[in-house]
């Protein structure tokens, strides 16, 4: 019996841990999601803006990882919002490597309004 009652309890405790290191994981990549579209605003070269995407990018992409869930069976899932946030980070980009920052900046402009749509559905506070 406290065999079995010890194996629930460290079986919960893993699964708290667990659950709050994706909390923190998930946080951390907004943050970096945050941080680098405002440097990308920012940046006044390519080299920087592209850092800033690249940055974006990564925090995606491990973001990606947590699977978010809402009660509003209309939203867009969370890989899917996560897909396109990517799709426009890399068209972004496409215009950088053409030498087009300008281009680029009204194009990145649509990071937050996915950013936004994201937010509505799945931050809630």
Same mark, same amino acid.
Do not use: C, W
């Given at each position: =019996?406290?065999?079995?009652? &010890?194996?629930?309890?460290? /079986?919960? +405790?893993? #699964?708290?841990?667990? +659950? $709050?290191? /994706?909390?923190?994981?998930?946080?951390?990549?907004?943050?970096?999601?945050?941080? %680098?579209?405002?440097? /990308? %605003?920012?940046?006044?070269?390519?080299?920087?803006?592209?850092?800033? #995407?690249?940055? =974006?990018?990564?925090?995606? $992409?491990?973001?990606?990882?947590?699977? *978010?869930?809402?009660?509003?069976?209309?939203?867009?899932? +969370?890989?899917? *919002?996560?897909?396109?946030?990517?799709?426009?980070?890399?068209?972004?980009?496409?215009? *950088?490597?053409?030498?087009?920052?300008?281009?680029?900046?009204?194009?990145?402009?649509? &990071?937050?309004?996915?950013?936004?749509?994201?937010? +509505?559905?799945?931050?809630?506070?």
């Amino acid at each position: =019996m406290i065999k079995k009652t &010890l194996a629930t309890l460290l /079986f919960s +405790s893993a #699964l708290l841990v667990s +659950s $709050l290191s /994706f909390a923190e994981t998930l946080e951390h990549n907004m943050e970096a999601l945050a941080k %680098n579209y405002k440097a /990308f %605003n920012k940046a006044e070269n390519t080299k920087d803006a592209q850092k800033a #995407l690249d940055g =974006m990018k990564t925090a995606a $992409l491990d973001a990606k990882k947590v699977k *978010l869930k809402t009660a509003d069976r209309k939203a867009p899932t +969370s890989d899917a *919002l996560y897909d396109q946030l990517i799709g426009q980070i890399d068209k972004t980009s496409t215009l *950088l490597k053409a030498g087009q920052l300008a281009q680029a900046k009204v194009e990145g402009q649509k &990071l937050k309004t996915i950013r936004d749509a994201g937010h +509505s559905v799945y931050h809630h506070h």
